[in-house]
């Protein structure tokens, strides 16, 4: 009886080991494939390239920004000017009016007014157009002269003067207007419909 069951148990205990040894036999048939199969994913992928970055989708890079038109840089600043322009317009014009009644104290606060119209307009200089500030500087050189004879002629009261001022303020708004029109023919044939030129 002693030996049937010392015999049953080291068949049980040679199952065990039949088993255990099957298991780790298994087990290294898996660690191999799975070594194999690692080694053969590796193997295929491709080394990255310098240029990688370039096959990324467009939305993943910001592209350079391209520089705008040279119309729409034009209308931008025009916009902004437009005022400025307007309120020059409307300075001249009181000037050579008082000028041209005699009205020395008028004409001399229309100078102050000129001249404070014309530095606001610099204020806007330069254009993004370089045709458009030959014109521009022309018409604010001939301001400033027409401003220098003004403020002479209302302190000496010299009528001489007043009309040099004139001449040149004229002159000067012969200019901006030539200016107005190059930017209306540039920009379309509905700003020359409306013009908004007049005060």
Same mark, same amino acid.
């Given at each position: 009886m002693a030996t049937s069951s010392r015999h049953r148990a080291s068949r049980k205990r040679g199952g065990s080991e039949l088993v255990a040894? *099957?298991?780790g036999a298994v087990l290294l048939v898996v660690i191999a494939m799975l070594s194999a199969w690692a080694h053969h994913s590796l193997s295929t992928v491709q080394p990255a390239?310098?240029?990688? @970055?370039?096959?990324?989708?467009?939305?993943?890079?910001?592209?350079? %920004? @391209?520089? %705008?038109?040279? &119309?729409? /840089?034009?209308?931008?600043?025009?916009?902004d000017a437009k005022p400025s322009i307007i309120a020059l317009f409307g300075a001249a014009d009181n000037l050579?009016?008082?000028? $041209?009644? &005699?009205? !020395?104290a008028a004409t001399g606060a229309a100078c102050q007014t000129t001249a404070g119209a014309v530095a606001n307009l610099q204020h806007h200089m330069p254009s993004p157009d370089p045709a458009l500030n030959i014109e521009l /500087? /022309?018409?604010?050189? #001939?301001? /400033? %002269? &027409?401003i220098r004879h003004c403020v002479l002629g209302t302190q000496d009261r010299d009528p001489?003067? !007043?009309?040099?001022?004139? @001449?040149? !303020?004229?002159?000067? #708004?012969t200019y901006l207007n030539a200016? *107005? &029109?190059? !930017?209306?023919?540039? %920009? #379309? #044939?509905?700003?020359?419909?409306? $013009?908004?030129?007049?005060?």
């Open positions: 040894a *099957v298991g390239s310098p240029h990688a @970055a370039a096959a990324q989708p467009a939305n993943s890079m910001s592209p350079p %920004l @391209a520089p %705008l038109p040279m &119309g729409t /840089q034009v209308r931008a600043w025009f916009t050579v009016t008082a000028a $041209r009644y &005699g009205d !020395i /500087q /022309q018409a604010i050189t #001939s301001y /400033q %002269l &027409g001489i003067e !007043i009309g040099k001022a004139t @001449a040149f !303020i004229n002159q000067g #708004s200016t *107005v &029109g190059m !930017i209306e023919d540039d %920009l #379309s #044939s509905d700003a020359r419909d409306n $013009r908004v030129w007049t005060v």
